[in-house]
């Protein structure tokens, strides 16, 4: 069974330095930034997704649903409702490792360690840690997570046909209730499809490695990344979409 995280109230500078310990055991500091080898492809986006449970009391935000982003050895890591924050990633072999503080309001750090595995998916553990806004105590979390890559962005919408066709490797069975479906939008790893048929609704399926419904994990992440987010479809963020209308 995979361990959940584990929450401590700590003192701030003992929270804030116990997430930024992971980052020394591949030597990447904020000052490697320039000499760094990035991780391939050297441009990459990705939506984090965890695999185990983040328990009350691991800051006042969720790593779930981060939208990480790698540039030449730079690290950008927006987590939800929050200001991004900002460093490294080094890599070696398939080993990597991404450390990343914020750069303005609660003191926040995360890192990232793992593997590089196929389609330069990421997969491997996170620990965070910061302090509590306007107090003076902090907090030290460790969870596992892995990773969905955006596409680029001259990459199409998948078509009605191929998420249909997704749609049937998760329910073999045809049925009245959905027959096909209409218009597809995306954003960053996520296509929303309308259902034709019986049923009315929209399906979440996510873009990578390979286009499907989403798991659970991934409607939690999705959940976290796009229902609170104002450059999120406007229309996605809706009572239509079921993983935003529970709230």
Known sequence: MVPSSRPRSIPAAVALGSALLVASALGASPADAA????????????????????????????????????????????MPGRSALVGVVTRHGTAFAVHVRSTSGAKT?????????????LKGTVAYGGVFPGADTGYSCNTTFTSLVVPAAKTPCPTSAAVY?????????????????????CWRTWAVAHVRGRSDGNVV???????????????????????????????????????????
């Open 109 to 121: 750090g995360v890192d990232l360690t793992g593997t590089i595995g196929a389609n330069h998916q």
């Open 165 to 185: 066709a997704a749609w049937r490797k998760k329910v073999p069975v045809a049925g009245p209730a959905v027959t096909g479906f209409g218009p597809v939008t």
């Open 205 to 247: 399926f996510a873009r990578s490695p390979k286009l499907h419904v989403n798991t659970p994990a991934e409607g939690a992440a999705f959940h976290q990344q796009v229902c609170g987010t104002p450059t999120a479809p406007k229309a996605w963020r809706g009572p239509t979409i079921t993983l935003c209308a529970q709230g």
């Open 35 to 78: 000499t760094v080898k990035p991780v391939v492809p050297s441009v990459a986006a990705y939506t984090l997704v965890l695999t185990s449970t983040e328990q009350a009391g691991c800051g006042p935000t969720s790593v779930d649903g981060s939208y990480l982003t790698l540039r030449a050895g730079v690290a950008h890591l927006a």
